[in-house]
């Protein structure tokens, strides 16, 4: 992986972290997992950002995990010293049963190859009564935008389809969570349509990711300018029974 296209991710999941952060906020006091001064695991951390902040704003022993040892190496560390991050598949991970009082997903959830597996391995590190969180996860199905050429929507599904993703995850994920044995406890919308100027301001990290992977792309996307747009993207709030 490329250092440029390290960068560009990382600058990214920022500005993911920058609209997913009031209802972060929300399923903080909800479950109250800052508070608890538990160990709490983020898997798919990739760059750190919300493993950061869960460190920064909270007592508790917190891990990230990732598969991706360059994303590891390259910036995770940079972001904050204080959370352990270790290099690890989420279907198996080497923590002991019952280790962590709340697992956390962010747009993670999405590029799990499998993710039954991945939640039967939360239920088994989660302590009795701990909470997974998919704090934000797409249904990009569900996308509009005014005018719809050029589409970022299919740009996005496309190139998640291609790198083995699922934009489409946040209608499953109910279902999913509930046929491993959770009690989901919550679930709901955090998407609110974007005028023409914010849209442009709030997607200007993603079109350059987008371009720095598909020059092609990213000059067919070049004249990008909706006047109305909505990303569907959604959260959940599951407990172990």
């Not at 950002?49 to 920064?56: G, N, Y």
């Not at 352990?84 to 991970?93: L, M, Q, W």
């Not at 955090?190 to 371009?211: F, H, N, Q, W, Y």
Request: charged letters at 25%; proline letters at 7%.
């Amino acid at each position: 992986m490329r250092q440029k296209l390290v960068d560009s991710l990382d600058e990214y999941y920022r500005a993911q972290a920058e609209w997913t952060y009031q209802t972060r906020n929300y399923i903080y006091r909800r479950t109250g997992i800052l508070v608890s001064k538990e160990p709490l695991l983020e898997i798919g951390c990739a760059t750190g950002t919300i493993t950061a902040e869960l460190a920064r704003r909270s007592d508790s022993f917190v891990i990230g995990i990732d598969k991706n040892k360059l994303l590891f190496n390259k910036k995770a560390k940079e972001n904050s010293p204080s959370p352990v991050f270790v290099c690890a598949d989420a279907c198996y991970t080497p923590f002991k049963p019952s280790s962590f009082s709340a697992v956390i997903f962010h747009f993670s959830l999405m590029w799990l190859d499998k993710p039954l597996v991945v939640l039967k391995e939360c239920l088994r590190i989660l302590k009795p009564g701990g909470y997974a969180l998919a704090l934000s996860e797409p249904d990009y199905s569900g996308a509009i935008e005014v005018p719809s050429f050029p589409s970022l929507k299919e740009a996005m599904i496309h190139l998640i389809l291609e790198s083995g993703g699922d934009p489409f995850i946040a209608q499953k994920m109910s279902q999913l969570f509930s046929s491993v044995g959770f009690e989901v406890i919550e679930t709901g919308p955090l998407s609110r349509p974007l005028s023409s100027d914010i849209v442009c301001k709030k997607m200007a990290p993603l079109l350059k990711l987008l371009s720095d992977i598909s020059p092609n792309e990213g000059e067919r996307l070049a004249d990008f300018r909706p006047s109305y747009a909505f990303y569907p993207v959604f959260y959940l709030i599951a407990r172990k029974r």
